[in-house]
């Protein structure tokens, strides 16, 4: 069993910055990419990052693209959300979710494709 805890959110005036973590359990870890998913007042899961499971391959959602950047470090089998930026509109609960196959440079959007998911820090931005 997995369990992923997520951790760093809180309220940033816009223009802020902030680092989100999500520690993993298990002697798997870098056998998987992680992502990072939100889900804003109203609104549905969306994409955010994804990070291949040793680290060379990185995606984003457009909305968020040189803003945010997503790292790992399997040697504390943990996950990074740097955001910088902040908008408004980032308001959310943000989660973290280890993917489903452990192919080489698999770096999936869809939530489908992730097995294991944490219970979410609220990251909240105003303006």
């Known amino acids: 069993q997995v369990q992923l805890v997520e951790s760093g959110g809180g309220l940033v005036q816009a223009g802020g910055s902030l680092r989100l973590s999500c520690a993993a359990s298990?002697?798997?870890?870098?056998?998987?990419?992680m992502g990072w998913f939100r889900q804003g007042p109203g609104k549905e899961r969306e994409f955010v990052a994804a990070i291949s499971r040793l680290g060379g391959v990185t995606i984003y959602t457009d909305s968020v693209k040189g803003r945010f950047t997503i790292s790992r470090d399997n040697a504390k089998n943990t996950v990074y959300l740097q955001m910088t930026s902040l908008k408004p509109e980032d308001t959310a609960v943000y989660c973290c979710?280890?993917?489903?196959?452990?192919?080489?440079?698999?770096?999936?959007?869809?939530?489908?494709?992730?097995?294991?998911w944490g219970q979410g820090t609220q990251v909240t931005v105003s303006s």
């Open positions: 979710a280890r993917a489903r196959d452990s192919y080489y440079n698999f770096t999936p959007r869809d939530p489908n494709e992730y097995d294991y």
């Open positions: 298990g002697r798997t870890f870098s056998s998987y990419a």
